[in-house]
């Protein structure tokens, strides 16, 4: 089940606004997908990144996948303990498994991505 309190690019990136602080993630979709992770980057604090910007990659025994930013900011936080650790993604992607927090530079860029029912279809046509 996709939760509906978060926005959702087609890559698989979700992202969880509370006021201009916004959280992402990639969704359980795409980590049953990668299977097997063996390996996180993530940004440094500090890093302003654009909407479509790469802020990292994961990898799996599969493949190397982009993560990019579903809205522009500044990053604010990172989740070192899941880059340490990124078997434990597969655990709880929707909440343990965050892995950026930014703050927003402007608020429109939210209206364009993906709402629960959209990105529950588009995983649906994937399958």
Known sequence: MVPTDRRFLDSHEWAKRDGNVVTIGITAFAVEHLSDLTFLSLPTVGSKLKKG?????????????????????????????LADDVQSLAADPWNKGWMIKLKVTADTEWNGLLDSAAYEKKCAEEH
Request: proline share 3%; net charge negative.
């Open 53 to 81: 910007d790469r802020f990292g990659e994961i990898e799996s025994v599969k493949a190397v996948s982009e993560l990019f930013v579903p809205v522009g900011g500044e990053v604010t936080a990172v989740n070192q303990a």
